[in-house]
Nanobody
Framework: QVQVVESGGGLVQPGESLRLSCAVS????????MGWYRQYPAKQRELVVF???????IYADSVKGRFTFSRDKAKNTGYLQMDNLKPDDTAVYFC??????????????WGQGTQVTVSS
């Protein structure tokens, strides 16, 4: 069974860094797109960064210059390096991945979320 699993959240002080990981487990044919979203209490999820199958990246304006996305294709894992964190970055962060378990069977998959709290 294919799963999307986030890790790396936690509590940090303003200005500090965290690295989130998003691992796709299980046997798959292809990992196409991957993105990170965040959700504030009682709000809809919002895009943090999106990477398409070609590696093009779209960042939310609020994180440009502070957050960096990368992928390890061999490990089917994506990373979100978050630097100079601010209290406004406090949210639950979700990984979203477009996966083909077998060729032609594309599906959109979400992880369970990981809490990031930035507070002094």
């Amino acid at each position: 069974q294919v799963q999307v699993v986030e890790s790396g959240g936690g509590l940090v002080q303003p200005g500090e860094s965290l690295r989130l990981s998003c691992a796709v487990s299980g046997s798959i044919f292809s990992l196409n797109y991957m993105g990170w979203y965040r959700q504030y209490p009682a709000k809809q999820r919002e895009l943090v960064v999106f990477s398409n199958s070609g590696g093009s990246l779209i960042y939310a304006d609020s994180v440009k210059g502070r957050f960096t996305f990368s992928r390890d294709k061999a490990k089917n894992t994506g990373y979100l390096q978050m630097d100079n964190l601010k209290p406004d970055d406090t949210a639950v962060y979700f990984c979203n991945a477009g996966i083909e378990v077998v060729r032609g069977s594309a599906s959109d998959n979400w992880g369970q979320g990981t809490q990031v709290t930035v507070s002094s």
